[in-house]
T-cell receptor, first 114, second 113 residues
């Protein structure tokens, strides 16, 4: 059974710092891995999706990488801003045609201090 | 553009009461999902519907039923609420296509006392 873990559970950094959020998974037979952002009291917003055949995806200041052999994904945030404060969740999918059937990690709560 | 809409936003139930959470999407997606989110446990899939007329169990289906009313709507029913069902419930939808984004509603906060 797939297990997805995110460490640390919480992270606080000063504004402007580059940071890395970690996600690990136990079953490397994934189809894709996604990173989401969740603001307090809100739903999830998809940030980046990496297919199993890809190594990384980039969107603006965000870069997500995937290493299936080691069971790891990282989300790199460059030049962090207070507006980046939120909970970040990673999720793995095993089915090519059911992209919404996901196994989630517990999330990392990020706080960026001005 | 509404996206995924859930109702109600907040609800308090007594143990044993029943209720239905409603979800609708306006993106013409085939697939819809119900997740629950509990502190320290991330999101877990309750039920999903790959297409209109089909439903399947997810990771934590016990105590719940679902109905895919039409392509737009997917409801979640608690027949006899229990305190263990206190949680935040999220509905989501996606298209059945490689790499397609999943869209979440804003959540329904349910407390069972």
């Amino acid at each position: 059974k797939q297990e997805v873990t995110q460490i640390p559970a919480a992270l606080s950094v000063p504004e402007g710092e580059n940071l890395v959020l970690n996600c690990s998974f136990t079953d490397s037979a994934i189809y894709n891995l996604q990173w989401f952002r969740q603001d307090p009291g809100k739903g999830l917003t998809s940030l980046l999706l990496i297919q199993s055949s890809q190594r990384e995806q980039t969107s603006g200041r965000l870069n997500a990488s995937l290493d299936k052999s080691s069971g790891r994904s990282t989300l790199y945030i460059a030049a962090s801003q207070p507006g980046d404060s939120a909970t970040y969740l990673c999720a793995a999918s095993h089915l090519y045609n059911q992209g919404g059937k996901l196994i989630f990690g517990q999330g990392t709560e990020l706080s960026v201090k001005p | 553009n509404a996206g995924v809409t859930q109702t109600p936003k907040f609800q308090v139930l007594k143990t044993g009461q029943s209720m239905t959470l409603q979800c609708a999407q306006d993106m013409n997606h085939n697939s819809m999902y119900w997740y629950r989110q509990d502190p320290g446990m991330g999101l877990r899939l309750i039920y999903y519907s790959a297409s209109e007329g089909t439903t399947d169990k997810g990771e934590v289906p016990n105590g719940y039923n679902v109905s895919r009313l039409n392509k737009r709507e997917f409801s979640l029913r608690l027949e006899s609420a229990a305190p263990s069902q206190t949680s935040v419930y999220f509905c989501a939808s996606s298209e059945v296509r490689v790499g397609n984004t999943i869209y979440f509603g804003e959540g329904s906060w349910l407390t069972v006392v």
